[in-house]
C-alpha cells in the first residue's frame, strides 16, 4: 500500500519538480519568419517550437530573449544568454567563438525585390541600392562579393535565367556606399516598399515567407547551401550534447519534419 501511494505522489510530483526546473534564456532575433517572429504578442516561428519540443524531451524551461541579431554571439559569450535559436548559419568563423549543434535546416539566399518593378537579378549589379541585416550571411555575401573592388562570382551560385559573367565590369559593380544595413528584415522591407532600397538579399525561407505578406517578389537564389544550428557558449560540451540529443529525437520521432511541414511547407 504505501509503495503504491509513493508512486502515485511521485507522479504528482513530476510536473511541479519540471515547473521549477533549470530554465535557459534562449536568445533570438524575432523579425526573421517563419525561424522567429512576433504574433499576438507571443514569440512563435520554426526556431522557438522547436527549442520548445528539445526543452519538452529533456526537461527544462525556455525563456525567449529578443536581440538584434549581431548581438546575438557577444550575448552568449559574456553569458547574457544560454542557446541561440535564431536561423542562425554555422559559418567557420562563428564556430570559432561559439559551438554549433548538428545542422537542423538548411537553405540558400534569395534577391528580394519589389512586386511592382521590373528589376532581375542584374539589380545586384550597378547602382542599385542593397539592404542586407547586419551581421547575416546576406550581409557577409553581398560585402565579400559585390562590393568595389572585390566581386566573386562561383560558378555553383546559379541565378535564374542570367548569365553573371555578362556583368562583371568595374562599373557595374556595387559601391560599399549602396549597400544599407539594418537591425532587422521589416526594416529592410519596409525600406523597399517604400522605394528607398531596390532589392534585399537575405535567407530564402524568409524571403518566401515576405512574399505571402508583402508586395514583394524573388527574382533569383544565391545557392550558398547554408546549414543552421542552435550555438551554445564555448566549451558547454553538456548543453550542447543535451541539445544534439534533442535534436535527433525529433528527427528520429517525427516531430522535426511535422514543424517543417507547419512552417515551410
Known amino acids: 500500500m504505501f509503495k503504491r501511494y509513493f ?3 511521485i507522479v504528482l510530483l513530476i510536473p511541479i519538480l519540471f515547473a521549477f526546473g533549470v530554465t535557459y534564456k ?3 532575433e524575432a523579425s526573421f519568419p517563419p ?6 504578442g507571443q514569440y512563435v516561428g520554426f526556431d522557438i517550437d522547436l527549442i520548445r519540443e528539445i526543452g519538452k524531451l529533456k526537461g527544462f524551461n525556455v525563456e525567449v530573449i529578443d536581440i538584434s541579431f549581431d548581438s546575438l554571439i557577444p550575448s552568449l559569450t559574456t553569458g547574457n544568454i544560454d542557446i541561440i535559436a ?3 548559419t554555422i559559418t567557420e568563423d562563428r564556430q570559432k567563438v561559439v559551438d554549433f549543434t548538428i545542422p537542423y535546416y538548411s537553405g540558400d539566399q534569395s534577391i528580394l525585390v519589389r512586386k511592382d518593378s521590373d528589376f532581375d537579378i542584374t539589380v545586384l549589379f550597378g547602382n542599385h541600392k ?11 555575401w553581398v560585402t565579400e ?14 541565378f535564374h535565367l542570367f548569365k553573371v559573367t555578362e556583368h562583371l565590369s568595374d562599373k557595374n559593380i556595387i559601391p560599399k556606399k549602396n549597400i544599407t544595413r539594418y537591425d532587422t528584415f521589416n526594416f529592410a522591407v519596409r525600406d523597399l516598399v517604400n522605394k528607398n532600397i531596390d532589392a ?5 525561407p524568409v524571403a518566401e515567407r515576405f512574399t505571402k505578406t508583402d508586395p514583394v517578389k524573388i527574382v533569383g537564389i544565391i545557392k550558398t547551401e547554408e546549414s543552421y544550428g542552435m550555438a551554445v557558449k564555448k566549451g558547454n560540451k553538456e548543453l550542447l550534447n543535451l541539445l544534439n540529443s534533442g535534436i535527433q529525437e525529433l528527427q ?6 511535422e514543424l517543417i511541414e507547419k512552417y515551410f511547407k
Open 26 to 28: 534562449v536568445g533570438t
Open 130 to 140: 542593397i539592404g542586407v541585416q547586419t551581421g547575416t550571411t546576406g550581409d557577409l
Open 200 to 204: 534585399i538579399v537575405l535567407d530564402n
Open 86 to 88: 535564431a536561423g542562425m
Open 145 to 158: 562579393h559585390l562590393s568595389d573592388k572585390n566581386i566573386k562570382i562561383k560558378s555553383y551560385w546559379v
Open 252 to 257: 528520429k520521432n517525427g516531430k522535426l519534419d
Open 7 to 9: 508512486m502515485f505522489f
Open 35 to 40: 525561424f522567429e517572429y512576433v504574433e499576438n
